[in-house]
Structures are given as structure tokens and as C-alpha cells.
């Protein structure tokens, strides 16, 4: 960690002869595609490169505003990483790719730096992650809930660690994109204190803007808050407003989409509730960020949900998620019979020790 504020001062100080583009080049040992892609975000819009490969190697040539979280990808595999205007050097294997070494860029080491002080965090997230996927946890709730209870202290730990990264490197674009991947699951309060604590010149890159904007909504759905109205077209082909849906209800709003794998293993966590609750006054609502209406379909038979289900079949850009601020999936608001929020991100067996709480 001590390296890396030394690093970002160093940085500071050499700032003038910073190159005024960047050169991507890489060598990935057995990667037989014919292309591969780059692809940067810009706050609200993303560009995508494309180049060719010739015996595992590549080359990309361009020039960035400020360090940019970048993703190379393959029809198959991708890797994340941070890009700037340097000469930055990929190797690795196809095998690993999300592996590869990444040389040549100072913003990535910084986040190298971060990632090796979370590594034994992170390990011991994937053992929990593995026990809770294990056949004989799945059929027992006793030990679900035991496992879901070390993931939610493990984690804990590392939005810890995190947090006191961003803290001591309020100036480093890796701190600003790990405050924009707190916004897919945190809450206002936290999210907001952490954006307020970076460096003005942060704050203000599109990022950053894109950030303050994401801000804006997450405030309006916090718990206590009253749920936004909007209507969207069921699965039958009717158009359905939450608030008319609602009458008096509680209601569990949940995002979710056919191609989204950890939605498809919560789904049969939302139907046990529905079962068990539907006839206390509560149900759920069902939005779909899918974009092909047959798979959408075909999953809502599939996974065996009663519920109604409602979608503008616009991916990413359901104009639902969009109101709420939705990046990440499965997400869901449980909002009582007045149309408040009461709980939201509720997953496993927290869904129904809460419903338990309200309902019964």
C-alpha cells in the first residue's frame, strides 16, 4: 500500500513528460482468434476498438483524457485492466487471460497494489462462494443461512479494506471507479461519502459526472423513500403500472434477466417466498432486462415463476432499471402496502426472514 502512494507521488512529479497517447500491444500464448476488441468507457458511452490478431499478437494505438478502467476481449475471454497514454504491454495465456500481466501502465499498478491486499479476502470469499453452491448446503437452510452469514462478514471486511484505499488515494482513478462499482449494490449514504472524499478533478471527468448522476437517483430509492411510478408491457402483453399493480400490497420489485446466471440460482429463493407469503398480501413483480422476448419467455417457464412479469425488452437500457439506477442484477425492492421502500437488495434467506418480519 506504501508503494503505491509513493508511486502516485512519483507520478505527480513526472507528470509533464507523460506521453500524449497510448500503444496497447500484447502477446497471448494460444489464442487462435482472428480478432480481438477494446473496449473503453467513457462515461455515459463507451467506444470499441477492434484489431486483428496474427499468431497471438495485437497492437491498439490511441489516446485517452485521464486513465480509463479498459476491457479487452475475445469472442470467449476478457481481461480488465487500466489504460492511459503509455506504452503498455499484455502477456499472458488464453488459458488465464483474465490473468495476463499488464506492464507498462502506472494507474494499473496502483490497482494491482489494491487487488494484493484484498487477495486472502477475496480467497476466502470463493470458499464461501463454493460451500454455498455444495449439494448439501443447497438442501439444508440451516447451513445456507450459516454460509450466507460468513459471505455478508467477509465482505464486510473487504468494503473495509476498500474503503480505507480510497481514503488514502483520493486522487487515483483506480479509487474513483471502485466508488462507481460500489453504486451497483451500496447505498446512498456510504457511496455518497465516499465520491465526496475524492479529489475535485475526479469528481468533475466523465466519470466522475456520470457518478454524481447515478448518485442522484440512489438517493431517491433509498429505504423510507416512496417507490417512482412507472408502467411497462407484461409478458401477456398488457401494460402494467406499479402503482395500480401495487393496490394495497406488498410487493416485491425484482430485476432480474434470462441470460443472468446468479439471477436464474435466486429465482427459486423468490418462488419459495412467493408460495409461502403470497397469501399474506404480499406478491412479486417480475422486470426483465432482457432483449429477446423468446428467451425471456422460455426462462420465465422454465424456472416455474408465477408472478407477473414485465419488460420493455431493452436490455441494460429497460427504462425501469434506468429510473432506479440498476447496474447490476439480480436487485430487488420490497415495498410495503403504502409504497415505501423497506428493504431492498434482499437475497437467500434474508428475503425471508424479512417477509417474516413484515408479514406474519
Known amino acids: 500500500m506504501k508503494y503505491a502512494i509513493g508511486f502516485c507521488l512519483f507520478l505527480t512529479a513526472c507528470k509533464a513528460s507523460t506521453p500524449d497517447h497510448y500503444t496497447v500491444t500484447g502477446d497471448i500464448a494460444g489464442l487462435k482468434d482472428s480478432l480481438i476488441y477494446l473496449k473503453r468507457s467513457m462515461g455515459d458511452s463507451t467506444v470499441t476498438d477492434t484489431t486483428r490478431v496474427v499468431n497471438g499478437h495485437f497492437s491498439f494505438t490511441g489516446s485517452v483524457e485521464q486513465p480509463e478502467e479498459s476491457y479487452l476481449m475475445t469472442d470467449k475471454v476478457g481481461l480488465t485492466f487500466f489504460i492511459e497514454n503509455s506504452d503498455i504491454h499484455i502477456k499472458g495465456s488464453v488459458d488465464s487471460f483474465y490473468n495476463s500481466d499488464v506492464s507498462g501502465s502506472a494507474t494499473q499498478l496502483v490497482d494491482d497494489s489494491l487487488n494484493l491486499a484484498i487477495k486472502s479476502i477475496m480467497d476466502a470469499l470463493d470458499v464461501q462462494i463454493d460451500s454455498l453452491n455444495a449439494p448439501d448446503v443447497k438442501k439444508d437452510t440451516i447451513k445456507t443461512a450459516l454460509v450466507e452469514a460468513r459471505l455478508d462478514s467477509i465482505r464486510t471486511v473487504r468494503r473495509q479494506a476498500v474503503d480505507a484505499f480510497i481514503h488514502t488515494h483520493p486522487a487515483s482513478p483506480v479509487s474513483l471507479y471502485q466508488v462507481m462499482s460500489r453504486t451497483y449494490a451500496g447505498s446512498y449514504p456510504e457511496v455518497e461519502e465516499l465520491f465526496t472524499g475524492l479529489d475535485t478533478g475526479l469528481q468533475l471527468t466523465p466519470v466522475g459526472q456520470r457518478l454524481a448522476r447515478i448518485l442522484a437517483v440512489m438517493k431517491r430509492r433509498e429505504v423510507g423513500q416512496k417507490i417512482m411510478d412507472f408502467t411497462q408491457t407484461s409478458i401477456k402483453g398488457q401494460p402494467i403500472t406499479f402503482s ?117
Not at 434470462?258 to 419459495?272: Q, T
Not at 436490455?315 to 440498476?326: F, L, M, R, S
Open 244 to 360: 395500480r399493480f401495487r393496490r394495497g400490497h406488498y410487493v416485491l420489485l425484482d430485476f432480474w434477466a434470462s441470460w443472468c446466471g446468479p439471477c436464474r440460482a435466486e429465482n427459486p429463493n423468490v418462488l419459495k417466498a412467493f408460495n409461502r407469503f403470497k397469501s399474506l398480501n404480499f406478491t412479486v413483480l417480475g422486470v426483465s432486462l432482457d432483449d429477446d422476448s423468446a428467451k425471456w419467455r422460455a426462462a420465465v417457464v422454465m424456472d416455474g415463476m408465477p408472478w407477473t412479469q414485465v419488460s420493455d425488452l431493452k436490455g441494460w437500457n429497460n427504462e425501469v432499471a434506468k429510473q432506479y439506477a440498476i447496474q447490476a442484477i439480480p436487485f430487488n425492492f420490497l415495498v410495503d402496502s403504502s409504497g415505501t421502500i423497506i428493504a431492498k437488495g434482499l437475497r437467500g434467506t434474508a428475503l425471508m426472514q424479512k417477509l417474516s418480519q413484515v408479514l406474519q
